[in-house]
């Protein structure tokens, strides 16, 4: 039973087979299968529609163009290669985002360190293929062209210090902007719920920050959708530079 808004951003086990393997399943586990079953339900549901002949199919076919011609524009002909990949987590982090705006549930991008250890995993994902594409020549990526021989060394370093903080900047940008969202929606409802309990005065005072509360909540959708976009733009642009080395 969930007690308290801040507990949204609690991992908590709720199912533990036994102390000595420890292995229990907390609502972090249960809030991403959710977010999966709500997307391969949607994928079953529109296997059945004709996409088009409905508002929801003209919006879900726009979200697809998008993200495809960004795939396209940021990697170039190469990208019909990466989209499903790309497409398929924009979805994920889209539906995680929305799921999270439901009050008192779970908000799984707002985990910080499960954040940046999948980010992590997709710079790295980036470095192997860079690897496998141009074998040691991908170090020619941290040397920019036309650099004096003089310059070379700070210049490698400052691009290497560069390309290894984007495995964390990719996941903390996602998480720092849903939980500072999240928080600022926690902190104004708190203080119209304290205000409007305290007199008579006081209720009818608490209207009036109420339509501010409305205004952020609708933010809060916009921006779960726009760092969704961001998120899969950077990592194309990523992809890009493991490709194509610029």
């Known amino acids: 039973m969930i007690y308290s808004p801040l507990e949204q951003f609690e991992i908590k086990p709720l199912l533990t087979v036994n102390n000595i393997l420890t292995l229990s399943v907390n609502n972090y586990v249960i809030y991403v299968a959710l977010v999966v079953t709500l997307i391969y339900s949607s994928v079953f549901l529109l296997n059945r529609t004709y996409l088009g002949f409905n508002r929801w199919g003209v919006a879900l076919l726009a979200v697809y163009d998008t993200i495809l011609n960004m795939v396209k524009s940021q990697i170039g002909a190469r990208g019909g290669i990466y989209f499903p990949f790309i497409f398929t987590l924009f979805t994920f982090i889209l539906v995680a985002n929305l799921v999270s705006m439901i009050p008192y549930s779970f908000a799984i991008s707002a985990q910080l360190v499960?954040?940046?250890?999948?980010?992590?995993?997709?710079?790295?994902?980036?470095?192997?293929?860079?690897?496998?594409?141009?074998?040691?020549?991908?170090?020619?990526?941290?040397?920019?062209?036309?650099?004096?021989?003089?310059?070379?060394?700070?210049?490698?370093?400052?691009?290497?210090?560069?390309?290894?903080?984007?495995?964390?900047?990719?996941?903390?940008?996602?998480?720092?902007?849903?939980?500072?969202?999240?928080?600022?929606?926690?902190?104004?409802?708190?203080?119209?719920?304290?205000?409007?309990?305290?007199?008579?005065?006081?209720?009818?005072?608490?209207?009036?920050?109420?339509?501010?509360?409305?205004?952020?909540?609708?933010?809060?959708?916009?921006?779960?959708?726009?760092q969704a976009y961001v998120f899969t733009i950077l990592l194309s642009s990523y992809i890009k530079d493991s490709v194509y080395l610029h």
């Not at 036309?146 to 996941?171: D, F, H, W």
């Not at 902190?187 to 409305?214: K, Q, W």
Request: glycine share 14%.
């Open 114 to 226: 499960a954040i940046v250890s999948f980010s992590l995993s997709l710079w790295f994902g980036c470095v192997l293929m860079g690897l496998s594409k141009h074998g040691w020549g991908f170090f020619a990526l941290f040397v920019p062209g036309g650099t004096p021989l003089a310059l070379v060394p700070v210049l490698v370093l400052i691009e290497t210090l560069s390309y290894s903080s984007r495995a964390i900047s990719l996941g903390l940008r996602l998480s720092a902007n849903v939980l500072s969202g999240h928080l600022l929606m926690l902190i104004l409802g708190t203080l119209i719920f304290n205000l409007m309990g305290s007199s008579i005065l006081g209720f009818i005072g608490g209207f009036i920050p109420v339509i501010g509360v409305i205004a952020i909540v609708v933010l809060e959708f916009a921006i779960g959708m726009i």
